[in-house]
């Protein structure tokens, strides 16, 4: 129970830290007692806000219905919609020439929404936006070791060669840019200085990217954050996968050979 | 026989188109096409495959016997947010299912296709192939079906929710998948073929993932749809089978007693469909793949309809065209070795 409550501070110290000194920018609040488990589907999420002060909340649900949010010292709880699948959880704020957003998608359970993620991805949330092309779906999730791809778009244009920072919880950072089409591949960093045998085992960290545009006066600064996870390879062998697979084609041969013979018999 | 009055190969085209659109869809359809479609198909499209463009019905079902079920039995409360995820993924698979019935096993399932496309193989590299099984052992296996979808969907899932036994078996059947292996390494991911050394159970039901998978790929070689018989969505089939709107039907005449070309054709050595007197011959083992009606020889005496539509009723022209095209196809089986010595 103590190396719980002791991994919870040590995550929610890193993660502060990390979004320190970023741009407006969500982050999981660190949890009171643990993670919530499969039991908790329907429970409330409670986010961080960093940086946000007097900015917009609102949570647009997958058929693009927004609610306004409250946030009380950036603390923001996420109630259950009643609707299945992403709902973005969106923070603005403007000056009449800095125009900041963060973005996360949060997955709810609920009732089938009818809905496409899709849908949600492609709605306008502000001007400048890091959309995931994809987001994950069933069975699939942000892996450290892999490559993550998104669009950087303004004003639902593809935002060519643009400089984008990423920077993780677990302290890496680099400067990535989008290709001609506005395609950005980050390459998750394998960061995770402990690491347990099993997904059960281990925490996520966080990633945050943060695009930054300017048209004429105006600028434009958008964050998009969210959750990733220890590649699940340190744990998987391929290698002594597919020698089994071998061996179960011996086996099948044997058998094979084995009826065979019996039946010439 | 012209190709497209052959029921086979039009049967194999259609696998083929299914496979393509199961196993590649999403780049096509859109990636989260599962969610649109249905995201509970009657057949082993796997939701690992990161190009599918939808998945099996007993991904959600193990999930929600583990998540919802198992935890709300602990609890003691029984709402509907707990029996209606798991109504509304059993509605969906039946609407699909009434529209095509088993026939979703013999024309759609991607691991069906590729076990068939081994036997073909195996037919052209001419391994003796086993036309079938030994009854005993037809009657041993047979069972096995029912304890997959029995202990691997519906107890495991729900035992593990419950806290009876660990994660490892939340989704066990899909641990286990051939399909998981192979719709994942079509769409060119390594990821799922591996040895899990995080824990014992995981380990165990890797070793049997993989093994099973290397049994398939050798034993189709020789042997007609090794796991069909073992597959639960075989099982999950048979529970409806009454509600699909395509039929196998039999008009008995005394010729059939001497026949027995029919349970002779069927990949799945039903040797009922021969024997059995009555008019629904949709056996629990049934895949709908129309053999038994290609190759019985005797005029509408079986037919495969589609509510009252006949799609395919049994013809003595077909049935010795069939033939023809069936032997040209297989060519002169190679003795084997001990025949020959003698």
């Known amino acids: 129970m103590k190396i719980k409550v002791l991994a919870g501070v040590m995550l929610a110290v890193a993660l502060f830290s990390f979004t320190a000194q970023a741009a407006m920018s969500w982050a999981p609040a660190p949890a009171k007692h643990g993670h919530g488990g499969h039991g908790g589907r329907h429970a409330a999420k409670t986010f961080m806000l960093h940086d946000g002060v007097g900015a917009e909340l609102s949570l647009i649900n997958p058929k693009l219905s927004v609610m306004p949010m409250q946030g009380e010292h950036g603390r923001v709880t996420v109630k259950s919609t009643g609707m299945d699948n992403y709902h973005a959880l969106l923070a603005t704020r403007s000056d009449g020439k800095l125009y900041e957003s963060a973005v996360r998608y949060v997955y709810m359970f609920g009732k089938p929404s009818g809905e496409s993620p899709s849908l949600l991805i492609k709605h306008a949330k502000a001007a400048l936006e890091i959309k995931p092309a994809p987001l994950a779906r069933e069975h699939w999730r942000y892996y450290s070791n892999t490559e993550a791809v998104f669009v950087v778009s303004y004003k639902g244009k593809p935002l060519a060669n643009t400089t984008v920072l990423l920077k993780t919880a677990n302290g890496s950072d680099a400067v990535l840019q989008t290709d001609v089409a506005g395609k950005l591949i980050v390459a998750l960093p394998e960061d995770f200085s402990i690491i347990k045998s099993g997904r059960m085992g281990n925490r996520p960290s966080e990633f945050l990217l943060t695009a930054n545009y300017a048209e004429g006066e105006q600028r434009f600064t958008t964050t998009f954050s969210s959750a990733y996870h220890i590649n699940p390879e340190h744990w998987q062998s391929t290698e002594l996968g597919l020698a089994t697979v071998v061996a179960g084609m011996l086996l099948g041969g044997l058998i094979t050979v084995r009826s065979r013979r019996r039946k010439e018999k | ?342």
Not at chain 2, 73 to 102: D, Q
Not at chain 2, 170 to 184: A, N
């Open chain 2, 1 to 342: 026989m012209p190709l497209w009055k052959n029921l086979s190969v039009i049967r194999k085209v259609v696998q083929l188109l299914a496979f393509l659109f199961l196993v590649y869809g999403s780049v096509f359809v859109g990636f989260y096409s599962a969610d649109k479609l249905s995201g509970a198909f009657p057949v082993l499209a796997c939701a690992y495959d990161a190009k599918t463009a939808d998945y099996c019905v007993l991904i959600p079902l193990q999930h929600q016997f583990g998540h919802l079920l198992g935890p709300a039995i602990n609890a003691g409360a029984f709402g509907l947010s707990v029996i209606m995820p798991i109504l509304t993924t059993l509605a969906t698979f039946i609407i699909l299912f009434v529209l095509l019935n088993k026939a979703f096993c013999g024309w759609l399932c991607p691991l069906g296709f590729f076990q068939e496309v081994i036997g073909m193989i195996g037919q052209k590299l001419r391994f003796n192939r086993t036309d079938s099984l030994d009854d005993n052992l037809v009657d041993r296996i047979r069972p096995a079906k029912w304890l997959m979808l029995g202990l691997l969907v519906v107890l495991f899932p729900l035992a593990s929710g419950m806290g009876f036994v660990g994660h490892e078996l939340g989704d066990p059947f899909c641990k286990i998948c051939p399909s998981r292996i192979l719709t994942s390494l079509a769409a060119g991911q390594l990821n799922q073929l591996y040895i899990d050394t995080s824990s014992t159970g995981y380990m165990i039901l890797s070793i049997i993932a993989d093994t099973m998978f290397g049994l398939i790929l050798v034993l189709s070689l020789s042997m007609r749809q090794p796991f069909c018989r073992i597959c639960p969505m075989l099982a999950m089939h048979a529970l409806f089978r009454k509600v699909g709107l395509v039929k196998l039907v039999k008009n008995y005449t005394p010729r059939c007693e001497k026949c027995g070309l029919c349970s002779k054709a069927c990949p799945m050595d039903i040797r009922e469909i021969h024997t059995s007197k009555e008019k629904d011959i949709l056996f629990p083992d049934c895949t709908l793949c129309g053999r038994c009606v290609e190759f019985c020889p005797d005029k509408g005496v079986m037919a495969m309809k589609y509510a009252v539509i006949p799609i395919k009723v049994s013809d003595p022209q077909y049935f010795k065209e069939r033939n023809k095209a069936q032997k040209a196809w297989e060519g002169k089986q190679k003795p084997s070795r001990r025949v020959k010595k003698g």
